[in-house]
Nanobody, 124 residues
Framework: QVQLVESGGGLVQAGGSLRLSCAAS????????MGWFRQAPGKERDFVAT????????DYADSVKGRFTISRDNAKNTVYLQMNSLKPEDTAVYYCAAARVVARTGNQYDYKFWGQGTQVTVSS
């Protein structure tokens, strides 16, 4: 079993930055791809970013490419999401997830474990 806890969310002005962290406990994450997803009020949960088990391969939703960066530190069992140039449309609850597979994947059905989410609010 893997427990995931997100942190780093908050309120920020448009154009600002936030860094989300996802700390895992229970079992190592090093054999799993990791991902970040987000859900805005009244909308479905969407893919944001994913990283392979080694950290050598990443992928992003088109809406965040060039602004967000996903990374991981397997020694610390932690995954990060650096968010720059934030926009009001980035406002959502952000979820960290651990996949069943080692390769990066944007398909949420590939993910087995989920965190409780952290709120990100971007004001205009």
């Amino acid at each position: 079993q893997v427990q995931l806890v997100e942190s780093g969310g908050g309120l920020v002005q448009a154009g600002g930055s936030l860094r989300l962290s996802c700390a895992a406990s229970g079992r190592t994450l090093s054999s799993r791809a990791m991902g970040w997803f987000r859900q805005a009020p009244g909308k479905e949960r969407d893919f944001v970013a994913t990283i392979s088990w080694s950290g050598g391969s990443t992928d992003y939703a088109d809406s965040v490419k060039g602004r967000f960066t996903i990374s991981r530190d397997n020694a610390k069992n932690t995954v990060y999401l650096q968010m720059n140039s934030l926009k009001p449309e980035d406002t959502a609850v952000y979820y960290c997830a651990a996949a069943r597979v080692v390769a990066r994947t944007g398909n949420q059905y590939d993910y087995k474990f989920w965190g409780q989410g952290t709120q990100v609010t971007v004001s205009s």
